[in-house]
């Protein structure tokens, strides 16, 4: 997993200096603005997990920071710095769609605490919105593949899809979908299962896997090792049991092969 990035704003140099510190031994990337236009300007050129903003600033102040990320659709959490520890402040966080408020000066542990909390909510929101959009985009193909059967260019939509059982295959879009869940498959993980559909019901032995699927032709021994690791974490997404497999069977001597199930 990528290493979380944090860009803290505030326009005290003591309050960026103790939340760099704070967070520095965490591991984090962290990036800081001095004040809200600065910080817009970041927002331009990188993605990040959670945002720390001070509401309180001149002449762009937290709220502006807070729309201008909202409307770069970014799916990050924020977490707003206040040091008035009132009603009114915890109500306007809230308003503005903000993951939590911490009162200044917070508590390391505390801080360290939310953003941790924030970070795991925010890539839970950045997958699920990723998820959606492959179903929509899987959804969409579907109508067209169904359109495309009565016309005369129904004869390139099995250049598109690969069907088998409850399993659909987009190469166009590189999505697939089993039983009507979108998979979340890295680069790798959609090339050997396409890999393996397409061969079906034949077995496709390692080193053949990781030319097709990993891109690259290494040695046998090698390639059973890299192919065993990718098949493993495909079986986990497709919901298989590596002892008794329903999706993936493993031929002894041949290498695996893809069944319907």
């Known amino acids: 997993m990528d290493t979380p990035r944090i860009l803290i704003v505030d326009d005290e140099p003591g309050v960026r200096f103790v939340l760099e510190k704070t967070l520095a031994a965490e591991g984090y990337d962290l990036a800081l ?11 331009d050129g990188a993605e990040f997990d959670v945002l720390l ?47 939590d408020y911490l009162f200044k000066p917070a508590a390391p542990e505390v801080i360290r605490e939310r953003v941790r909390e924030a970070i795991l909510y925010s890539r839970q929101v950045t997958r699920r919105t990723r998820l959606l959009g492959q179903v929509e ?31 659909v295959v987009d190469k166009y879009h590189r999505s697939a979908m089993l039983a009507g869940e979108v998979l979340d498959l890295t680069t790798a ?9 397409e061969a079906a019901p034949q ?20 390639a059973r090792q890299t192919v065993k690791y990718h098949i493993h974490q495909l079986r986990r997404k497709l919901g298989d049991d590596p002892r008794t497999p ?4 493993t031929v002894r001597y041949k290498g695996y092969f893809w069944s319907d199930g």
């Open 246 to 249: 329903k999706y993936i069977k």
């Open 189 to 197: 993980e959609f090339d050997l299962l396409q890999a393996l559909v």
């Open 137 to 167: 985009t899987l959804r969409q193909s579907l109508m067209d593949l169904d359109a495309a059967a009565g016309t005369a260019g129904q004869a390139t939509a099995p250049d598109r899809f690969l069907r088998s059982g409850k399993l």
């Open 33 to 43: 603005a001095a004040d809200g236009g600065e910080a817009i300007r970041k927002l």
């Open 53 to 99: 903003v001070d509401l309180k600033m001149m002449p762009v102040d937290g709220l502006q920071v807070i729309n201008a990320l909202r409307a770069r659709r970014s799916d990050a959490a924020v977490i707003i710095l206040t040091a008035h520890s009132t009603i009114e402040s915890a109500v306007e966080a809230l308003r503005l769609g903000a993951f």
């Open 203 to 222: 077995p496709v032995e390692p080193r053949e896997l990781a030319r097709r699927a990993l891109h690259y032709d290494p040695q046998t021994i090698e």
